[in-house]
């Protein structure tokens, strides 16, 4: 089970740390990611993180930005956002994968609940 928190209401410029806590499953043997989902829009890939560790990607929207981390003794992944821009707003989801592409949901096995995150101008 994969519980996001972290979420709120910030003003641009702003930043936020979302947390993932994975309970039943360890975040070390899994690739995860995050997404988000604007009102009305697809879901899409914000940032993922290797099974090992050693490997980060973020979407170019967010490139220098927001950086994913992982702390394995906590078992929580991170997600750390600065700079935050109005079109960031978003519900942000964490995910595991085992196998497949990073930046396609559709190849993620297990996801959160989601938190709101929302950025005033």
């Known amino acids: 089970q994969l519980q996001a928190s972290g979420g709120g209401l910030v003003q641009a410029g702003d930043s936020l740390r979302l947390s993932c806590a994975a309970s039943?499953?360890?975040?070390?043997?899994?690739?995860m990611g995050w997404f988000r989902q604007a009102q009305g829009k697809e879901r899409e890939f914000v940032a993922a993180?290797?099974?090992?560790?050693?490997?980060?990607y973020h979407a170019d929207s967010v490139k220098g930005r927001f950086t994913i981390s992982r702390d394995s003794a906590k078992n929580i992944v991170y997600l750390q956002m600065d700079s935050l821009k109005p079109e960031d707003t978003a519900v942000y989801y964490c995910?595991?994968?085992?196998?497949?592409?990073?930046?396609?949901?559709?190849?993620?096995?297990?996801w959160g609940q989601g938190t709101q995150v929302t950025v005033s101008s």
């Open positions: 039943g499953c360890i975040v070390s043997n899994y690739r």
């Open positions: 993180i290797s099974r090992g560790g050693g490997s980060m």
């Open positions: 995910a595991a994968a085992t196998f497949g592409g990073v930046r396609n949901k559709n190849d993620y096995d297990y």
